[in-house]
């Protein structure tokens, strides 16, 4: 049964990463091979009650990764609706591409520290919209806002989901995983900006045309901050209420949307529904990317089933039997996520090594933070980040490949060398 899921699984896979030369959308692919790996497992698993279970478990694990990503999208939305990102693009003066590449690198690398690599992603590419009028330019800085959000997210307990199951689990702490990966991780985003800092020399920012909505009611100044700054409010405040409540983010996160529509309803009651129309929540969630959200549910359900069979477990059991190095299975185990989701390969992890055997804070542990965060950036679907980019922006898997996919994996080495060196200097 094993090998069989196996083959289905790289089929799909394949399948979404030749999405273009075979003319299937990557949502079809996803939805089809979590099917048929679910199917397979029921028909063919000895215990279709626990099949069900564990189906449950996955599915109730996958709505709140998919609530959290449509309330953040929404949200965007939102604000760009109010004209929102005029607050941050009017203070951008720099018409260089290459400054603009570090300026970028930077807000995004601590933005998601604070939010997370996800979240992040989601407004950044949205506000270089806003500021680039080239493809190709959005394109190439939407790669590199999945690499600075991942290395972001890494080093703080609260920017991406496999530390936050570190922590949680009482496997890192919060300054000392702080503390212990910053400099991989800022090396991690270093590397990639020096490198195209250099490629983009020269090249002067084409700003988009200014959208054409003579025909909608303008908002006013007061409407456009309050909506940015509330959207962004609503977006930071959900690691602290996560922290507080011991809730999942995506429960937050829709509070935070309620809010913000309770807002937007107060502040536009007074005006004719044809004013108003273009600027409500119900015009925001038909704008969002829904092909994105459903290709999201299919990976995520396809890459359940090889938690659920042992498969990911196996394969680690496998390393640690065959490599035995503890710094090389680590950054193995980073490269492997770039192909398969990072959560469930940190899982097994977690389940392999015991805390008695490898204590909080520990070599393993930090660098399983770093490594398991930061590769995924190698491929446009190792990610949630990577994953809402190619959404957002319609990004290839090839074009990724070839243009981003090399940045990544010099970032992640570079990044990788630096802990092991540092960890053995202090």
Known sequence: MNTLLIVIFVIAYTAIALEHPIRINKSASALLGAGLLWTVYAVMGSDQHLVGKQLNESLASTAQIVFFLMGAMTIVEVVDAHSGFEVITARIRTTKLSSLMWLVGFVTFFLSSVLDNLT???????LMKKLLDKQDDRLFFAGMIVIAANAGGAWTPIGDVTTTMLWIGGQITTLAIMKGVFLASIINLIVPLAVTSYLLKGRVVVSPPQADDSGLPQTTPFERSLMFFMGLGSLVAVPIFKSVTHLPPFMGILFGLGILWLTGELIHRNKQDEDK????LVRALMKIDMSSIVFFIGILLAVATLEHTHILTSLAKWLDQSVGRQDVI???????????????LV???????????????????????YCAGTGGSILIIGSAAGVAAM??????????VKRISGLALVGYFAGAVAYVIQSRLF
């Open 330 to 344: 680590v950054t193995i185990i980073g490269l492997v996520s770039a192909i398969v989701d990072n959560v469930p």
């Open 347 to 369: 899982a097994a992890s977690m389940g392999m090594y015991s805390l008695s055997q490898y204590p909080p804070d520990s070599f393993l542990w930090e660098f399983m933070a």
């Open 277 to 280: 129309e273009h600027l409500t």
């Open 391 to 400: 959404g957002l922006e319609k990004i290839h898997f090839f074009w990724y």
């Open 120 to 126: 992040t992603t989601i407004v950044m590419i949205s």
